[in-house]
Structure formats: structure tokens, C-alpha cells
């Protein structure tokens, strides 16, 4: 670690906004109402609040990016700080194409500053909302199984500790420990990510019988740069999606199309009929097959960013597990059976998600291993929590580690056996928060108070 300060630290960046005195997240079902909301338009700004209020003793101090994590990741009654200030391109090296963004930055902002300069992330996953050190924070992910999560891209960063201070990580323990941290390290206010040369896609959409998705799933990851696939309960087929980067033109959907599929058929719709489901459940098997029969098969061309994301309009609450990537097919057998036995409700499909190995991050969910990662959401509205701990209770059984910003239930006293460097981790935490400045009851309940 070293301890200098960085040229940009004096920079302001983003446009004014007004004040909030309560937060919540996108879902909607988290909120908190903290002492104080933080916007500094400056890295000298962020650091001298963060000094006084931990030397005030203000109340955890936690920082939300876009707010798009489920459950009390974020929450504090302390001093909560958005970094939507600190947002822009930084710095750009091209000849070992490391880019320099500040943390706030959201990843659509992301995307268009490195189209500017002829670059692009590697992967990226299905919504482009996040802010960049928000989405590292968590191990947020796309698919493909030769590439890692999104903080496998990230090469350093500036990070604000509890006593103010500004340290440029980029190596050894608290690099490992500073890319998926959950905020429990201090404020990220830059990250310098690995870009690659932009690319454009050649993406896929088709219907295949679940059961011969499953059967296939190792030739399908092995053959495609990105493979996924959705299922829906009470339904045998899975909705597949392959992404291979391709020199062909650009062959996007017009503005008609577009609108028609992403707004109306993939939002507007969909909310309509989860809302009828969540209204009539005995309905949901019925209605799960409609949408599974709806689901447009498309052949496109794109930039790679711009196949990547989605928009995501309709609410729900989600758990996400990695798994073993050769447990994917038992684990979704499982859940489909174990919602069947247990007549839980489910008008959400399964996400299915492949990602390579990481030796990266002490807290990566892929640590170490080809890793599936599952997803299981719940409408809006509908009782999510039973249906939910079924899923932690397979997953669990097939060695699962939980996505860290989607519910999962589990506590430091769970997690720490799943995590071979757990201890390095916070013997790096203790170092940089040795007070527990950044520790809300999320945090201590899944890392453990400051020993
Ligand atoms: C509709 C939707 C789609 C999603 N799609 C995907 C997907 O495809 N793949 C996937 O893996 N996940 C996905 N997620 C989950 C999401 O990517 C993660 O929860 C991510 O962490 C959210 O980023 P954010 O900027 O909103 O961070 P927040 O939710 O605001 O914060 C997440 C964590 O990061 C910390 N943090 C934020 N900024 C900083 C900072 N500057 N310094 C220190 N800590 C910080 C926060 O304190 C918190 O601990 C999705 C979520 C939603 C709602």
C-alpha cells in the first residue's frame, strides 16, 4: 500500500443536486434515515467529513452508489454518503489501456467515456445503472465462463479511511481485500479499471427444452463467449441467450422494435402479468408458460456494452447463489422441485450465470472455482422470505456462497468457512477500520464486528 496523494484529489466533478434527508433502494423496501446525507463534490471534501464524523463518533459511515442492492447492505443511522458528484473519466493510459474513474461514476456513464476512446469493459452485467465501485463492491457479475466478475477488471484504487486519509491501493492483502469489500474498508473515491478494445456482439435469443439445456450446459459454455439462460417454474424450457463477439455489422432492432421488446414485452408486460399472478397465484403456472411462449427469439449486432445491459423497470427482490458450475444442473432441478413440493408462488424465472475462477478478491463468491451463479427473484408485493430460504437451503447444500448484494441470510459465523482467505481479509479491515467506522448491522451481522 502506498500512502500518496493522487493528482486528481482536488477535482470537482457532476452537477448540483438537491438535498434528502431519507434514502431507499431501488426495490423500494429498504429505507433509513440517517443523521446526515453527504454529497461532497470534492475528494479534499469527502475526506475531511469522513475524518470528523468518525472522530465524532457520528454512527456507521456507509456510502450508496446507485442503491440497487437488496436488503440492508447500505442502511445506516449514521452518515450516509453519495458519491453521485464524483463521477467521470479521470485518467486514460492507452497504452496499457488502465482507465481512472471516479467512483461515483455509473456504469452507462462508464460505457459511453470508453466508446470515446475506443475501449469497453470485458463483461458487464444485465442493468447498467451501478456505480462502478458499487457494483466491484458486491462482486457483481455478467456471465461467461472464462471471465471473472467486474472486480477482477479493477487494477487499483484511491480509498478514504476512517481517519481521513487517502491511500492508493494497488497491491498485495489490500488489493485482494479492497476490490469486494462492501464498504466495510472505507470510501472508494477511484478506481483504475483494465479496459479492453471495444467490441461488438453477436447476440441470440432462443427457446431450448430445459431438460437438454442442462444436459448441454458444459458444450454451451465451452462454445460461447457468454452463455445464460432463464427459467421459469412449471415450465420445461429454458430461454437461452449466447453473446459472441463478431466483426460483423451493426444489425440493432429499430426504435420500434426496440421499444416494443424492451419497454413493452420485457417491462410493461411482464409487470402486468406478474401483477396478475401476484393477484391470482393459482394462475402462475398458467401465466409462466404464456411468457415463456412470448419470449421473442432475436438475432442482433451490437456494440458490446449496449447487448450487455437491459432496462430493468418491474420491482422485485432477489437471492443469488454461486455454486460449483457442474452443480448448476442439480441445483435447478432441485429448485424446481422443492417449488413444486412447497406450492411456493414463483411467476420470476430462475437466472442461470456462468463465471470463471477468481484469485483476485479474498471475498469473491467465485473464489477459486468455475462457478454457476443462480438467481431467484420474487415479484413486488408477494412473500418472498419462505420462498427465498428454500433457495438459501439448496443452495447451501450445494456448497453455495451467496451473492453479497442480493438476501441471503447467512452470518459471518457461516460465511467465514466458505471463504479460505477470510482471515487475511480482516486482518486488512482491522488495519484500515480499526474503530469499526464503516460497520452498520449488515456488516457486522455477514463480516463480524472489528476482534
Ligand atoms: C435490477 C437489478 C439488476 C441487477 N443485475 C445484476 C447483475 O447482472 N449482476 C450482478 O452481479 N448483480 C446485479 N444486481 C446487483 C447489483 O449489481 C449490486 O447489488 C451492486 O452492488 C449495486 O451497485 P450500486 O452502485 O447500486 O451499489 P449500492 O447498492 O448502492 O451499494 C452496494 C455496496 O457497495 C458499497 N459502496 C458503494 N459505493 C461505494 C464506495 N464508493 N466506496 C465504498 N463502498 C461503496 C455500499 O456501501 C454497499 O456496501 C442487480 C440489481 C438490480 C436491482
Redesign the pocket.
Known amino acids: 500500500m502506498t500512502n500518496k496523494k493522487p493528482a486528481w484529489l482536488s477535482q470537482r466533478s457532476g452537477p448540483a443536486a438537491g438535498d434528502i434527508s431519507t434514502w431507499s ?3 423500494g423496501d429498504q429505507t433509513c434515515s440517517p443523521r446526515r446525507i453527504e454529497r461532497p463534490r470534492t475528494v479534499d471534501e469527502l475526506s475531511s467529513l469522513v475524518a470528523a464524523a468518525s472522530a465524532a463518533g457520528e454512527g456507521p459511515i ?9 436488503g440492508d ?2 442502511g445506516t443511522p449514521g452518515v450516509l454518503i453519495s ?1 453521485d458528484h464524483l463521477a467521470g473519466l479521470l485518467a486514460y493510459d492507452e497504452v496499457s489501456g488502465h482507465a481512472t474513474v471516479a ?2 461514476t ?1 456504469l452507462f456513464q462508464l460505457n459511453g467515456l470508453l466508446d470515446e476512446v475506443g475501449r469497453a469493459m470485458a463483461n458487464l ?3 447498467n ?3 462502478v ?3 466491484m ?6 456471465t461467461g465462463a472464462r471471465l471473472g ?1 467486474l472486480a477482477t477488471q479493477v487494477v487499483s484504487l484511491d ?1 478514504v479511511t476512517a481517519d481521513g486519509s487517502v491511500r492508493t491501493i494497488d497491491d498485495g492483502d489490500e488489493l485482494m481485500a479492497a476490490r469486494v ?9 477511484a478506481v483504475t479499471l483494465q479496459t479492453v478494445p471495444s467490441f461488438r456482439l453477436h447476440a441470440v435469443d432462443e427457446r431450448r427444452p430445459l431438460e437438454e439445456t442442462l444436459l448441454r450446459l458444459d458444450e454451451f459454455t465451452d462454445v460461447n463467449e457468454h452463455f445464460e439462460f432463464w427459467a421459469f417454474p412449471h415450465t420445461n424450457q429454458a430461454l437461452c441467450r449466447t453473446n459472441n463477439r463478431t466483426d460483423d455489422p451493426a444489425r440493432v432492432r429499430g426504435k420500434v422494435a426496440s421499444f416494443v421488446t424492451e419497454t413493452v414485452l420485457e417491462n410493461k408486460v411482464l409487470d402486468l402479468v406478474s401483477q396478475a399472478g401476484r393477484r391470482f397465484p393459482s394462475q402462475i403456472p398458467r401465466l409462466n408458460r404464456l411468457v415463456t411462449r412470448a419470449f421473442s427469439e432475436t438475432d442482433r449486432v451490437d456494440v458490446g456494452h449496449q447487448i450487455f445491459s437491459s432496462v ?1 423497470d418491474v420491482k422485485f427482490t ?1 437471492s ?1 447463489w454461486a455454486v460449483p458450475a457442474d452443480a448448476a444442473p442439480s441445483m435447478v432441478r432441485e429448485l424446481f422441485s422443492v417449488i413444486d413440493k412447497r406450492g411456493f408462488d414463483v411467476n420470476f424465472p430462475l437466472e442461470v ?1 456462468f463465471v470463471a475462477p477468481d484469485t483476485e478478491s479474498f471475498l469473491s463468491p467465485s473464489w477459486g472455482r468455475d462457478t454457476s ?1 443462480i438467481a431467484a427473484h420474487m415479484y413486488r408485493g408477494m412473500e418472498w422470505e419462505p420462498y427465498l430460504r428454500a433457495v438459501r437451503e439448496v443452495a447451501l447444500a450445494h456448497d453455495g456462497r451467496p ?4 438476501r441471503h441470510f447467512l452470518t459471518a459465523a457461516e460465511l467465514a468457512p466458505k471463504y479460505p482467505e477470510w482471515e487475511r481479509f480482516q486482518g486488512v479491515r482491522r488495519t484500515f477500520d480499526p474503530n469499526g467506522a464503516f460497520t452498520n448491522d449488515h ?1 457486522g451481522r455477514v463480516l463480524g464486528g472489528i476482534a
Open positions: 433502494n431501488w426495490t456507509r456510502v450508496v452508489g446507485a442503491g440497487h442492492s437488496f447492505i447500505v458519491l467512483a461515483g455509473r452485467g444485465d442493468i445503472v451501478q456505480s465501485a458499487g457494483a463492491s458486491t462482486a457483481t457479475h455478467g466478475n480509498l469489500s462492501l464498504g466495510a474498508l472505507g470510501v472508494i473515491c430493468r432477489e443469488e450465470r451463479y451473492h453479497w448484494g442480493k456488516v
